[in-house]
């Protein structure tokens, strides 16, 4: 098992261009979620998806943010016209439904996004 | 909502002791899942333990066991016989039965010294 995988490891863009970043989930997970880390916020809850629909998307920032799920094997979230608040690590994680370990969640390595 | 609160910032302890890190979590139903988590210091966020809110008896798993106190909305995670590696980052997290989204604590950075 390959655990969830992300991609790129590092982005660096420039202020106002676009960033995608992308995540492949465990096989068998039913569930995507996103995660924005930073020093000052710690660990932000963005969005998640539950068999590629959209559950909650809360703590997505109204603008610029969007996140899809266009089959079960990955999900992306892109930025548009990227700020320098927008850098920090995003992390998508993954959950199955089985039982005892429904709602945990199993993280991938993260995708550090840099604004410059 | 949901709120977590780790107030303890920092610990450093040595090595082979056993350490105390404390959570306290405000909840609106009465059923919920708690979670530890470890982020090393390569960054990789890592699932250590879970307590369902149903069950009375205190989780444990390898050299870590929980200190479920219902009553008082408190999960401790305790770390018996540490080890250098035990140096990270943990965070206390919790969700909804019904509702996946967890939410964490702003963690404790625990320091093992030999």
């Known amino acids: 098992n390959a655990g969830v995988i992300q991609t790129p490891r590092h982005k660096v863009t420039g202020k106002g261009q676009e960033a995608t970043l992308w995540c492949e989930p465990i096989s068998g997970h039913s569930a995507v979620f996103w995660y924005r880390q930073t020093i000052v916020q710690g660990l932000e809850f963005l969005t998640y998806?539950?068999?590629?629909?959209?559950?909650?998307d809360s703590g997505m920032p109204k603008e610029r943010f969007s996140a899809q799920m266009p089959n079960q094997s990955h999900s992306t979230l892109k930025i548009q016209s990227t700020q320098p608040q927008d850098s920090a690590v995003y992390l998508c994680?993954?959950?199955?439904?089985?039982?005892?370990?429904?709602?945990?969640?199993?993280f991938g390595a993260g995708t550090r996004l840099s604004v410059l | 909502a949901q709120k977590v609160t780790q107030t303890q910032t920092s610990i450093s302890v040595m090595e082979k002791t056993t350490v105390t890190m404390d959570c306290v979590y405000e909840?609106?139903?009465?059923?919920?899942?708690l979670f530890w988590y470890k982020q090393t210091a390569s960054g990789e966020i890592v699932f250590l333990i879970r307590q369902d809110s149903y069950k009375k008896e205190n989780a444990t798993e390898g050299h870590y066991s929980l200190n479920f106190q219902k009553p008082k909305s408190s999960i401790g995670l305790i770390i018996t016989a540490t080890q250098i590696e035990d140096s990270a980052v943990y965070f206390c997290a919790m969700s909804y039965y019904g509702n996946e989204k967890i939410t964490f604590g702003a963690g404790t950075k625990l320091t093992i010294k030999p």
């Open positions: 994680a993954s959950s199955s439904r089985d039982r005892g370990s429904q709602n945990t969640l199993y």
């Open positions: 909840t609106r139903d009465s059923s919920y899942f």
């Open positions: 998806f539950r068999n590629q629909a959209p559950i909650d």
